[in-house]
């Protein structure tokens, strides 16, 4: 018997939205998704407020990036994690591998290759999100 394995990867990624991160997410308010737990976060941030290497996004607000990544990289904040799971992960997959244009490394993998690496992406960082919200409701505050 065969693995059918558009189910399984599909099965993993709706489980993990709907269970586990989506649930996560009720109640975040801007204060608490903006939030910088150390100096020199990179955010999302008004145009023009940046203080990154290099600062992406073509409307009112930008995503704090630097290329190559720095190392270390900085901490991010939810806002940043989110935009990078929204917009890295999925607009440009999406964009590039289902009508957009070509980019990036991942336009030659297999599909399953790449289907396996948005369900780590969203994962890893969907974990750190719930990790950062963690963090901020047990904030020594005062």
Not at 71 to 76: G, S
Not at 116 to 141: F, M, Q, S, T, W
Request: net charge negative; aromatic share 8%; with cysteine.
């Amino acid at each position: 018997m065969g693995i059918d394995w558009i189910h399984q990867l599909h099965d993993q990624l709706d489980r993990y939205w709907q269970r586990q991160l989506r649930p996560r997410l009720s109640g975040l308010a801007d204060e608490e998704y903006f939030w910088e737990p150390v100096p020199g976060c990179w955010n999302v941030r008004r145009r023009g407020e940046s203080t990154a290497p290099m600062a992406i996004g073509a409307g009112e607000f930008t995503v704090d990036v630097a290329i190559p990544d720095p190392d270390p990289a900085p901490v991010t904040t939810i806002a940043w994690r989110l935009a990078h799971i929204i917009v890295g992960v999925l607009g440009d997959r999406t964009a590039n591998h289902f009508g957009g244009p070509a980019a990036e490394s991942w336009e030659d993998a297999p599909m399953t290759q790449l289907v396996l690496h948005i369900n780590r992406e969203k994962i890893h960082h969907g974990a750190e999100v719930c990790l950062l919200r963690d963090l901020y409701l047990h904030r020594a505050v005062g």
